[in-house]
């Protein structure tokens, strides 16, 4: 069976591509003017589609159930009108009483059962919709962040694409907006159908009557909603556009705080702002810690009141604008009513009926007017997410189990590996061929930019090589499933990252963790004073970012939760790539040594651009230009002095001779 396994073919192995070339540079477009320039017809109805398709996958009864309640409520209105028109004539024409009475009974009645109906639709279904929609949406793009190969995540096409997703978070309220839209729009329509419904018996009249003068009412009518609709849908649009330019100028800070709780926010909130710690998520298989958490988070910010709306009752921008035209239309209605009631073609509920009708559909006009615009913005905005969501990984995800070994005799060879990152003119790596041999300390010394980290990361499949392979026990490390191969290794980087979140889940991971063990890889690390006197121990929150009450730690102590980290995943293999570069050379040799008796007999390999913290190993490899040029101990190597080693030995020397 295993021996199947092994065979198993890397499925189209020519066929692995240099990192982001899917996603190729061209279409790498400028964040600048991304949101405020002109789109073509086609684009904006394709961003409208595509955004109206995904929410409905995400819930296939939303729209439905908010048209329905929509629906009853301009019926609802309707009724009112049609019901209280028909009172008033009825009073006018001195109807029994009893007749009256029944019309009044129903002019309660009906449209209260409707509002109740809509009020229980809004309540049970839309509202719940609405929020499990929001966090299905914002969940997934911060799940599609944490997951994507690392290799894109770091590449131009997905950075540019955050800061397109961030910029246009920063002018809207996300997925609300298409919330918003679509019930204005939807109760536009449905205002607007429901009012031709009940003037069409009155345009009926108006038809029959066969007066010019009639005529001309309605001509002017349809002139003065024309012309104020689309001049209400004018200064809307400039009000959005002030609006679009200082977003943040408008938005009261603490909303804005709030604002930021969302999901995908938390996630970039966690990293502030770095991609790095994607790094360290992958490695440290941290994934289902920031699941737990982002979905806490999308539950907390359920109530948040967001801010565009508060910003528009603020403004009084759509009250304002609705209110006055909406009252300048209703004005004309009932004058031009009036006049056809003199004119003996209306009696006194026909007039009620014609103007408020004349109302709702200015009113529906003008919703649909700003159908476009708006709906196009609120697409817009979002289609960067979307096409986040549908980024494919490209790395080859192996099948194969990683044999777990209890004796920890895992080999790793690389063999002719040569690597260039996406974009870059030169290799980071060029033709290298070495073993790490089980249980022994290597150290990868060379100047900056050698290509010591670029290893690491292949190492770990963080990258893919392009030319050459990584073998494990003799297998093709692509072979192999991913989150199991990243178990066999324990990285602290260079530009490592710690979470703001406990101190005891930040060393496991997790947010299930084993106490002792924390406190104890704590201790090895040289932090046990000092967790001692963190008032929650290890529930300490590290940083501000999410807690209030969260300690701020220093450069040097972060290190030290990150050795912490590493020394909790007990892997077979410690790489520790200068997580101490911004200490002094003596600080690291120190930290270094202390490493190297904490990993007892795994496999390890330190990497500095400074000699002399690996000059306690046997077993150094030098790097220059991407290139392993020597490899032996610290005095060996310096016996060659045309060697890289000797040079940067003496170049370096000053730095330690002195103290
Ligand atoms: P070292 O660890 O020895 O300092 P690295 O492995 O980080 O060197 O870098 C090797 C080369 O690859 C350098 O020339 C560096 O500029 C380049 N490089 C590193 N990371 C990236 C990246 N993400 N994109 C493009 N080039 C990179």
């Not at 019930?183 to 009249?205: E, H, K, T, W």
């Not at 289902?288 to 009084?316: C, I, P, Q």
């Not at 008032?535 to 040097?556: H, N, R």
Request: net charge neutral; hydrophobic share 40%.
């Amino acid at each position: 069976m295993k021996k199947r396994r092994s065979m198993e073919k890397i499925h189209s192995m020519e066929t692995i591509h240099s990192v982001g070339e899917n996603h190729s540079a061209e279409k790498v477009k400028s964040a600048e003017d991304d949101l405020t320039s002109r789109l073509p017809l086609r684009d904006n109805v394709r961003n409208i589609k595509n955004l109206f398709v995904h929410v409905y996958r995400i819930d296939k009864t939303y729209y439905f159930l908010d048209c329905l309640r929509l629906f009853l409520d301009a019926v609802g209105s309707a009724l009112t009108v049609v019901l209280a028109a028909d009172i008033l004539e009825m009073l006018y024409e001195s109807r029994p009483m009893e007749e009256i009475m029944k019309a009044v009974i129903f002019l309660l009645a009906l449209p209260t059962l409707t509002a109740m109906l809509s009020s229980a639709l809004l309540n049970e279904f839309v509202l719940p919709g609405k929020k499990n929609i929001a966090r299905v949406y914002n969940g997934n793009l911060a799940a599609k962040f944490l997951h994507m190969d690392y290799s894109l995540v770091n590449s131009p096409y997905v950075k540019d694409m955050q800061d397109r997703i961030d910029r246009a978070h920063s002018h809207g309220d996300g997925i609300y907006d298409l919330f918003k839209r679509f019930d204005a729009i939807a109760a536009g329509f449905f205002n607007l159908v429901c009012s031709l419904v009940v003037a069409y018996p009155m345009l009926r009249i108006i038809v029959n009557f066969r007066n010019p003068l009639m005529y001309l009412g309605i001509v002017i009518l349809a002139a003065l909603l024309w012309i104020l609709t689309s001049a209400a849908v004018k200064a809307d649009a400039a009000f959005q556009e002030r609006f679009l330019a200082n977003p943040r100028d408008l938005c009261p800070e603490e909303l804005y705080r709030k604002y930021y709780s969302f999901s995908w926010y938390w996630v970039r909130r966690c990293m502030s702002g770095e991609y790095h710690f994607i790094k360290d998520i992958h490695l440290y298989g941290g994934h289902d810690m920031m699941k737990k958490y982002t979905a806490d988070n999308a539950r907390e910010s359920e109530n948040v009141m967001h801010w565009t709306s508060v910003l528009e009752k603020l403004s009084g921008r759509s009250g304002f604008l609705n209110g006055s035209v909406g009252s300048l239309l209703s004005l004309a209605g009932y004058l031009v009513s009036a006049a056809y009631a003199l004119m003996g073609a209306f009696s006194v509920g026909n007039v009620i009926k014609f103007a408020e009708s004349i109302t709702k559909i200015a009113g529906g006009a003008q919703s649909m007017g700003q159908l476009y615009r708006e709906l196009s913005l609120t697409a817009r905005r979002e289609a960067s997410t979307l096409e986040m969501l549908r980024i494919s990984d490209e790395m080859y995800k192996g099948r194969l189990p990683v044999e777990k070994r209890l004796d920890n005799q895992y080999e790793i060879e690389f063999r002719n590996v040569s690597f260039r990152y996406p974009g870059a003119k030169n290799d980071a790596l060029k033709n290298l061929s070495l073993k790490l041999r089980i249980g022994e300390r290597m150290a990868i010394v060379g100047m900056n930019g050698s290509g010591k980290t670029t290893m690491i990361k292949l190492l770990c499949r963080l990258y893919d090589t392009q030319e050459g392979e990584i073998l494990l026990n003799g297998v093709d490390i692509r072979k192999f499933r991913q989150e199991e191969y990243i178990r066999l290794f324990s990285v602290v980087f260079q530009d490592f990252k710690l979470l703001s979140l406990p101190l005891g889940q930040n060393v496991a991971s997790s947010t299930k963790m084993d106490r002792e063990l924390a406190v104890k890889a704590l201790g090895q690390a040289g932090l046990g004073e000092r967790l001692e006197k963190l008032p929650e121990g290890l529930d300490t929150f590290l940083y501000q970012d999410i807690a209030d009450d969260g300690v701020e730690i220093s450069g040097g102590e972060a290190q030290k939760i990150a050795i912490a980290r590493a020394l909790y995943k007990d892997s077979p293999f410690v790489l520790l790539d200068e997580p101490t570069a911004s200490l002094d050379p003596l600080s690291e040799y120190e930290i270094y040594s202390r490493f190297d008796s904490m990993v007892k007999d795994k496999t390890a390999v330190y990497i500095s651009h400074r000699l002399s913290s690996c000059r306690f190993c046997d077993d150094i490899a030098v790097f220059h230009e991407g290139r392993l040029v020597q490899r032996g101990s610290h005095e060996e190597l310096l016996l060659d002095e045309q060697g890289k080693y000797y040079e940067l030995w003496r170049a370096q020397a000053q730095y330690y001779t002195e103290k």
